[in-house]
């Protein structure tokens, strides 16, 4: 793909759920395979605030992503990118059925709010890289 793919949205906290999805032994192995890293066992959520971020992610979505095992839960693709600059990570797109358009869950080796000190509504930059 070559072009920049860039987008920035606004961290909120959500359900919790990915915190099981990530704790799956077979899930936490084959997001190392793909990914060159073990994710921390939970996701920063995103929401895509601006058209502009919208369609970045949408036409980045529409590629093929790298394949995650499901492991009895629902399969992932994962796209990974670069997290404020210099943060290495992987946006997470579970297949199912309506899932939000303008959501983005990531994953990194470390909790990112931590990490990066971000609280809900907090602004995020990341770029998708191939």
Same mark, same amino acid.
């Given at each position: 793909?070559?072009?920049?793919?860039?987008?920035?949205?606004? =961290?909120?906290?959500?359900?919790?759920?990915?915190?099981?999805?990530?704790?799956?032994?077979? =899930?936490?192995? %084959?997001?190392?395979?793909?990914?060159?890293?073990?994710?921390? !066992?939970?996701?920063?959520?995103?929401?895509?605030?601006? !058209?502009?971020?919208?369609?970045? $992610?949408?036409?980045?979505?529409?590629?093929?992503?790298? !394949?995650?095992?499901?492991?009895? *839960?629902?399969?992932?693709?994962? *796209?990974?990118?670069?997290?404020? #600059?210099? $943060?290495? #990570?992987?946006?997470?797109?579970?297949? =199912?059925?309506?899932?939000?358009?303008?959501?983005?869950?990531?994953?990194? !080796?470390?909790?990112?709010?931590?990490?990066?000190?971000?609280?809900?509504? %907090?602004?995020?930059?990341?770029?998708?890289?191939?």
């Amino acid at each position: 793909m070559g072009a920049k793919r860039k987008l920035t949205g606004v =961290v909120f906290s959500d359900l919790g759920r990915a915190a099981s999805f990530m704790a799956v032994d077979s =899930v936490a192995a %084959a997001m190392r395979a793909a990914l060159g890293f073990a994710a921390y !066992p939970g996701t920063l959520n995103v929401r895509l605030d601006t !058209p502009a971020a919208r369609a970045v $992610w949408s036409s980045v979505r529409d590629g093929s992503g790298i !394949p995650i095992a499901a492991g009895g *839960f629902c399969a992932a693709r994962c *796209f990974p990118a670069l997290i404020e #600059g210099n $943060w290495r #990570g992987a946006v997470i797109l579970p297949e =199912v059925a309506d899932y939000p358009a303008d959501k983005l869950e990531i994953v990194a !080796p470390a909790r990112l709010k931590d990490a990066l000190k971000l609280a809900d509504g %907090a602004r995020l930059t990341l770029e998708f890289v191939d």
